[in-house]
C-alpha cells in the first residue's frame, strides 16, 4: 500500500515520542481523493480517533494507521525523510492520489467529486466557475459551495437545477438532493451580475 522509509520511519518514532501521551500514533489518509485537489495527509491519531475501515500497521516503536477508504489512492505511495541544513523534511509521494478510482461501491463522497471534477467543474470553467462538494447530510443531500465566476452569478440557481442537480442525481442515484451554501453575496468575480 505505502512505503515508509526507514528514516521517515525513525522521524516519526522520534516525534511521537515527544507526546505526552505514549499511545499516540500517525494516522494516513487522503483528503478529496481523486481529485486535482486531493493531499496526502499525515496526522496524529490519538486512542479512539482511529475511525472504522482504517488499517493498523505496526512499525519500530510506533503503530500507523491507513483510511481504508483511502487504499486505493495510497497505492505505491511512498513517505521519506531526507535531512537538509534547515534540519531536515518529510515528503509524501502518492501518485495515485489524484487519479479517479471509483466503482459503484466506491463511498458516496468519492462518486460525487467524481462527478463534480470530470462532468460538471469543465462545463463550468468556461465562465471561470467551479463547484466543490462541502458534505453529504444524513439524508444524502450533497451540499455543495460554487467559487469562482460561479459565486455571486445571476445564473447560479439556473445551473444549480437545470446542470448541477441534474447531472449528480443522474450519476449517483442514491443522492435525494442537492444544496449550495454559497454565499452568493460576494459578486466580485461573477460572471453574471
Keep these: 500500500?505505502?512505503?515508509?522509509?526507514?528514516?521517515?520511519?525513525?522521524?516519526?518514532?522520534?516525534?511521537?515520542e515527544k507526546q505526552d501521551d505514549n499511545d499516540v500514533a500517525i494516522r494516513v489518509f487522503v483528503a478529496q481523493p481523486g481529485t486535482p485537489q486531493a493531499e496526502t495527509c499525515i496526522a496524529y491519531c490519538?486512542?479512539?480517533?482511529?475511525?472504522?475501515?482504517?488499517?493498523?500497521?505496526?512499525?519500530?516503536?510506533?503503530?500507523?494507521?491507513?483510511?481504508?477508504r483511502s487504499e486505493p489512492y495510497l497505492l505505491d505511495a511512498v513517505v521519506d525523510y531526507q535531512e537538509?541544513?534547515?534540519g531536515g523534511q518529510l515528503t509524501i509521494k502518492a501518485p495515485n492520489a489524484r487519479v479517479p478510482s471509483v466503482s459503484p461501491d466506491s463511498p458516496l463522497e468519492d462518486r460525487i467529486n467524481y462527478v463534480l471534477y470530470n462532468e460538471v467543474n469543465p462545463g463550468l470553467a468556461a465562465h471561470g466557475?467551479?463547484?466543490?462538494?462541502?458534505?453529504?447530510?444524513?439524508?444524502?443531500?450533497?451540499?455543495?459551495?460554487?467559487?469562482?465566476?460561479?459565486?455571486?452569478?445571476?445564473?447560479?440557481?439556473?445551473?444549480?437545477?437545470?446542470?448541477?442537480?441534474?447531472?449528480?442525481?443522474?450519476?449517483?442515484?442514491?443522492?435525494?438532493?442537492?444544496?449550495?451554501?454559497?454565499?452568493?453575496?460576494?459578486t466580485e468575480n461573477a460572471y453574471y451580475t
Design 84 to 86: 537538509d541544513q534547515m
Design 46 to 68: 490519538r486512542p479512539g480517533e482511529e475511525q472504522e475501515g482504517d488499517v493498523a500497521v505496526q512499525y519500530e516503536g510506533f503503530r500507523a494507521w491507513f483510511e481504508g
Design 1 to 16: 500500500m505505502i512505503e515508509i522509509s526507514e528514516s521517515a520511519q525513525n522521524y516519526l518514532k522520534d516525534l511521537l
Design 129 to 186: 466557475g467551479m463547484v466543490t462538494l462541502v458534505e453529504v447530510t444524513a439524508d444524502k443531500a450533497a451540499v455543495l459551495q460554487f467559487g469562482g465566476g460561479c459565486q455571486g452569478c445571476a445564473a447560479v440557481d439556473i445551473t444549480l437545477k437545470s446542470s448541477v442537480e441534474t447531472t449528480l442525481l443522474e450519476r449517483v442515484p442514491e443522492l435525494t438532493g442537492v444544496l449550495d451554501q454559497t454565499d452568493h453575496s460576494i
